[in-house]
């Protein structure tokens, strides 16, 4: 069952959020297994994420290598809301 994690971070600029983009794509996470979707845009306080991933494993695996990098940016994404995927529609 796919799950919808959306970040509503009320200080997360878009020079933290692309060099975020780039610490990842160092660390050869930037297309991580388990994720199906990724769309980042502007929101009250900054940068806001929404991410589909294929399971809560999926998305904790990813943690691991984003967590440090957001920490050392200075960022604090906050909680996600967290919901199961219904419906997809691309395009």
Not at 31 to 38: D, E, F, K, L, Q
Not at 51 to 67: I, K, N, Q, Y
Request: contains cysteine.
């Amino acid at each position: 069952m796919a799950l919808g994690y959306y970040f509503a971070s009320s200080s997360f600029s878009s020079e933290q959020y692309d060099e975020a983009i780039r610490r990842l794509d160092a660390a050869g996470a930037g297309a991580p297994a388990g994720r199906s979707y990724h769309c980042a845009f502007e929101g009250q306080g900054g940068i806001h994420v929404f991410d589909v991933w294929d399971s809560e494993e999926a998305f904790a695996a990813f943690g691991e290598t984003l967590m440090p990098i957001l920490t050392e940016l200075g960022v604090d994404p906050g909680a996600p809301s967290v919901a199961k995927i219904h419906n997809i529609i691309v395009g």
